[in-house]
C-alpha cells in the first residue's frame, strides 16, 4: 500500500515536470508568434514553474502526511494498539485504503482468535487424553501388582481382579480406537463413501448385533415397523457407527423398559430415531453432551466402558452427512435421539 502510495506521488512529479516543459516549449513559440519580449516570457516561465513547484510541494507534504499516517496505523496494528477496527481512522483521501486496512485487522484477528482457541482446544485436549488414559492404566497396574504380591493364590480373588483388568483393557482398546476416529474425523481424513441401500435391512442388521446387549439387563430393544423399501442415502460403515453408539448407549442408560429404533418420511429425507425409557439428560448437560469426553455421570460412564468420545464421533459423521443430530430428553421418562438423511 505504502509502495502504491510512492508511486503515486512519483507518477504526479513526473506529469507535473512533463507539464512544465510542454508549457516552456508553447510560450517560447508564442514568443516568436506574437513578439512577447523576453522579459514578458521569463515572466511567464517564473510565474509558471512558480506554481507548479508550490503544487508538487503541496502533493509532496500532503503525500508524506498520508504515508506517515499509514505507518504509524500499520505500527499500532503490529503492537495490538486497536481494541477494534473502527479504532482505524484515516485522512478523507484514504477511505478506500481505510476500508481496506479494516478488512484486513478483521481478518487476522480472527484468525488469531481462531488460532488461540485451537490453542486451548488441543491442550485440554491432551489433558483428557491423559487422565483417560491415567486412570485404566493405573487401576491394570494395581491389580497385577496385588495379584503377583499373592493374591493370584487365592481362588476368591484371583479370577475377579483378573476380569476387572481385563475390563480394564477393554476400556483401554475402546478409547484408543475412538481417538484414532476422533483424530481422522477432524483432521479431514476419514473417507466417507455415499450410495444408497436399504434402511430396513442395515437396522435390521444393526439391532440383531447389539440384542444380546440388551437382553442381558431385560430390556426389549425393537425396530419399529416402517416401509421396508426405503433406500437411503450415506456411507453405511460410518452410519452403522453412529447407530451402534446411539443404541449402545440407550442400553446403558436404561434399566428397566425398552429401546426403540425407527425411521419416520418426511419429504425428501427421513428421520432416523433412538428412543429410550431410561434415566434421561438434564437440560443443562443437552447442549454438552456431544463435546469430547463429556459425560453426564463419568465414573458410571467409565464403568461401562464409555470413552466419551462415542456422541462426538456421532456428531462427526451425521454432519459430514450433511445433518444435525438432534435430542430430546426428560429425566426420569427416556431420551430420544434423530437426525435426517436423504432418500
Do not use: W
Amino acid at each position: 500500500m505504502i509502495n502504491d502510495l510512492k508511486l503515486n506521488l512519483k507518477s504526479g512529479l513526473l506529469f507535473l515536470s512533463s507539464k512544465l516543459i510542454v508549457s516552456l516549449i508553447l510560450l517560447i513559440l508564442s514568443s516568436f508568434l506574437f513578439q512577447f519580449s523576453l522579459i514578458q516570457v521569463i515572466i511567464f516561465c517564473g510565474v509558471l514553474i512558480l506554481t507548479d513547484i508550490v503544487i508538487l510541494s503541496l502533493i509532496g507534504q500532503k503525500r508524506r502526511s498520508e504515508l506517515d499516517s499509514i505507518k504509524k496505523i500499520i505500527e499500532n496494528i503490529r503492537i495490538n494498539s486497536f481494541k477494534s477496527a473502527d479504532d482505524i481512522k484515516m485522512e478523507s483521501s484514504l477511505l478506500d485504503l481505510e476500508q481496506e486496512v479494516k478488512s484486513m485487522f478483521l481478518k487476522t484477528n480472527n484468525a488469531i482468535t481462531h488460532l488461540k482457541k485451537l490453542e486451548q482446544y488441543r491442550t485440554e485436549f491432551l489433558g483428557n487424553v491423559s487422565h483417560e488414559l491415567r486412570t485404566p492404566i493405573f487401576a491394570i497396574q494395581g491389580y497385577i501388582e496385588t495379584l503377583l504380591e499373592g493374591a493370584l493364590n487365592d481362588d476368591k480373588v484371583n479370577k475377579v481382579f483378573l476380569q476387572k483388568a481385563n475390563n480394564h483393557t477393554l476400556y483401554l482398546n475402546n478409547l484408543v480406537n475412538d481417538l484414532i476416529d476422533i483424530s481422522m474425523i477432524e483432521s479431514g481424513k476419514m473417507q466417507m463413501s455415499f450410495r444408497y441401500f436399504n434402511a430396513h435391512e442395515f437396522l435390521d442388521g444393526v439391532i440383531f448385533e447389539l440384542r444380546q446387549h440388551a437382553v442381558k439387563k431385560n430390556l426389549e430393544l425393537n425396530l419399529i415397523p416402517f416401509e421396508n423399501t426405503i433406500q437411503i442415502f450415506g456411507d453405511r460403515q460410518r452410519l452403522r457407527q453412529v447407530m451402534n453408539n446411539l443404541i449402545m448407549n440407550a442400553i446403558k442408560y436404561t434399566e428397566s423398559g425398552s429401546v426403540e429404533v425407527g425411521v419416520i418420511q418426511k419429504g425428501k429425507y427421513v428421520k432416523v430415531f433412538v428412543r429410550d425409557t431410561g434415566i434421561g439428560i438434564a437440560e443443562n448437560d443437552i447442549n454438552r453432551i456431544f463435546e469430547r469426553f463429556y459425560r453426564v455421570d463419568r465414573d458410571r460412564s467409565r464403568e461401562m466402558g464409555g470413552s466419551g468420545l462415542g456422541l462426538a464421533i456421532v456428531k462427526h459423521i451425521v454432519e459430514a452427512h450433511g445433518s444435525k443430530v438432534e435430542v430430546s430428553s426428560q429425566l426420569k421418562k427416556g431420551s430420544e435421539f434423530y437426525f435426517s438423511l436423504k432418500i
